[in-house]
């Protein structure tokens, strides 16, 4: 699927998304990534139960502050274990978990408001 962005913007935004690929930029990743408006990381995860505080050390460390962590997860949603909901809240960073479609969307859109959010984004 194609998504539109502001031609103006340097920020990374997803520019497509499809089975097993995104498109940030000209650059196409063919597995899951950690997106921030200033970069991308390809992570070695295919499954939502996956994610944990070293795979995601970089949301932690992020400076400034995350205020959102968007995560996308193929068609559906997912749970996240207790130990990182538990450790997001502590670092008081919000997160939603919706389908990846969803989460490719919203990430633009805040990313575009300046916010400060990052996204993990898990191929359909």
């Known amino acids: 699927m ?45 499954s939502i139960d996956q994610l944990n505080e070293t795979v995601l050390e970089r949301v932690f460390l992020a400076n400034p502050k995350l205020d959102i962590l968007l995560l996308g997860y193929g068609l559906s949603k997912g749970q996240v274990d207790c130990q990182l909901s538990n450790a997001l809240r502590n670092a008081a960073i919000g997160f939603d978990i919706m389908n990846t479609g969803a989460a490719c969307r919203t990430y633009n859109v805040l990313a575009l408001e300046e916010r400060r959010v990052a996204a993990v984004l898990i191929p359909l």
């Open 2 to 46: 194609e998504l539109v962005s502001s031609p103006a913007s340097e920020q990374a935004l997803v520019q497509s998304y499809g089975p097993g690929q995104f498109k940030i930029g000209e650059q196409v990743y063919p597995r899951s990534i950690l997106l921030f408006s200033g970069g991308v990381f390809q992570l070695d995860v295919e």
